[in-house]
């Protein structure tokens, strides 16, 4: 069985210490540390190595684009203070101190390459500082929102209202029937490429109906929500989701696609899914080990029931 905390992208080494993040005295020192730990990102893309690693900077990084929005993450297990900095969209990086050092890179292929303490840390920044970047002004009065607490929330400066990062609960599902299992594609995905199918819970719902709705608005797959089984989650930051994974068991099989959602859907068997999860189907391919879809299927794929 998966765990959530094996997941990719889930926290795991990070202490965040949220006790810090009003201590404005505290974060002012801890990030001038010789043994503080910074990394960059710019509109969501970590700074990397040439080698492809996460790029952690000291403090020296506060020079590479003075008054860039911090983020404090937490400390890691030897106490050293971890912080993001948030570059400016026109940051230019041949211009800067840190030309030639590396480079910012798609979030998905460099998480793939990076620590688990890397990529939470990267995963973690990217989704505040995509939010604090959508949520400049209030929602309740337009008022300007600051950034309060070390990146953690935004504070209205008209009316003082408190804004709090989002986390999106998103379904995504497998449903089985017998030996078989659905997956199905987007249209704009590459060409045999499978994956589960997933959706947003909405207001109201459980993530459990919303697994089971989903399936049937997508697919015409009829499932009881109430047998849905949880298998693990994990923090997805495109922009800011955590996705659920479920397998349901399915009353139908005959599939109607909602063409507005999926270009295809269809049942393949336990030895496909192998295959699909190692790499040797012959047409078709699914998201990498740092997706939860993989674990999803993969569970399925390597048991017996
Ligand atoms: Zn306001």
Known sequence: MTNSNDMPLAAKPINRAAHRRTDEA???QAILREDALILLLK???PFVTAEGGL???GPEALRVSPGS???FLGEDKAGAPIFALDLPPKFDLAGSLIAGAGEFSDFRQAAAGMAAMDANCASTARSLFLWHQSHRYCAKCGGANGVVEAGWKAQCANCGAEHFPRTDPVAIMLAVKDDRALIGRQKFWP???MS???GFCEPGETIEQAAARELFEEAGILC???RAEYVACQPWPFPSSLMMGFILPADNEDITVDSKELESARWVTRAEMRDIIEGKHAELFCPPPTAIAHHIMKV??????
């Open 26 to 28: 505290w974060l002012e």
């Open 43 to 45: 509109a969501g893309e």
């Open 55 to 57: 790029y952690w900077f």
């Open 69 to 71: 929005p911090r983020l």
């Open 191 to 193: 060409p045999g490429f």
């Open 196 to 198: 589960c199918l997933a």
């Open 224 to 226: 009881d929500p109430s």
């Open 300 to 305: 399925w794929a390597f048991r017996s029931d």
